[in-house]
């Protein structure tokens, strides 16, 4: 149903002290989406339009759902989120209709951010087959950019999306008055990771003599979600110990586990 394609909540669990590893970004959300929620007038004084949309891209499991939660929390904005294949429909029409309730639901609910994940569901670049399924993704597609070019009357709603393909995404959806912001939400570096570390350690009992940043500095090429799960699973050895301090060689244990199934993963791929 319609009602199950959009998620709404009033104030998302999450603050910008739960990210790690991406304070620059942080702050450019803060600056395009929750100064202008909380004093349009000032834009207006100036004479400047905030930015239109704001897409946040990157690798998968780096935080970008988290920032557009958080932004929308400390903005006292509801957050509705949409995935992008939740806007591919079957029936002609359907796409666009949900777009169309999107906006508006926005409009009820304001102060708002709407977040669009996995934008590029519904905003690829166009392919040469003309199946109608393609058309169809287009109609959706170019209901969204007509609810974004009327955007400015709609008050307070702000706009995010999100894409793991930022170089699949059509051009015209990154036009000014449309996503005319981009942020990009890397992998974190050594000094991230242990951040990101600390804040997935912080509610578990960690020994004393465990050293969170020789930890973190062999997580190359870990993302903020494998590091939640490496804490997690950290946390399980030493349950499953008997213990109720999780000690180094847990989080070392951790990483071969995770790598293993990694491993695993590939051979079943290929
Ligand atoms: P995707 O592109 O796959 O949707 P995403 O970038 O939106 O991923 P999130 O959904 O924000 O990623 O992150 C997934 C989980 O990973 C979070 O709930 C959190 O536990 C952890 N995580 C990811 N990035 C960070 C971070 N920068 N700081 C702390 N935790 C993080």
Redesign the pocket.
């Known amino acids: 149903s319609r009602a199950q394609a959009m998620e709404v909540t009033e104030s998302p669990d999450v603050e910008y002290a739960?990210?790690?590893?991406?304070d620059d970004q942080i702050r450019e959300v803060r600056e395009a989406v929750e100064d202008p929620l909380d004093d349009p007038e000032q834009f207006e004084a100036v004479g400047v339009e905030p930015p239109s949309g704001v897409l946040l891209h990157?690798p998968?499991?780096?935080?970008?759902?988290?920032?557009a939660k958080a932004v929308a929390n400390e903005s006292d904005a509801t957050f509705i989120k949409m995935a992008g294949s939740e806007l591919v429909r079957k029936f002609i029409g359907e796409g666009a209709r949900l777009v169309r309730d999107l906006f508006e639901l926005a409009a009820e609910r304001e102060p708002a951010v709407i977040f669009i994940?996995?934008i590029d569901a519904v905003a690829a670049k166009r392919t040469d087959s003309k199946t109608s399924g393609d058309a169809e993704v287009q109609r959706t597609m170019m209901q969204l950019l007509s609810e974004m070019d009327g955007f400015d009357d709609r008050g307070e709603v702000r706009i995010m999306a999100?894409t793991?393909r930022f170089d699949m995404l059509d051009e015209a959806i990154l036009r000014p008055g449309r996503f005319d912001r981009l942020i990009e939400?890397p992998e974190?570096n050594a000094e991230?990771r242990e951040r990101?570390l600390e804040?997935?350690t912080q509610d578990m009992n960690v020994a004393a003599d465990t050293d969170v940043g020789e930890v973190a500095r062999e997580l190359d090429g870990y993302?903020?979600?494998d590091?939640?799960s490496l804490a997690t699973e950290a946390g399980m050895f030493a349950v499953r110990d008997g213990r109720t301090e999780v000690r180094q060689s847990d989080f070392e244990a951790a990483r071969e586990k995770l790598q293993d199934a990694e491993q695993t993963e590939e051979q079943v791929i290929n």
């Open positions: 739960d990210i790690g590893g991406i990157g998968p499991g780096t935080g970008k759902t988290m920032l994940d996995e999100a793991n939400v974190p991230g990101i804040i997935h993302s903020g979600a590091i939640a």
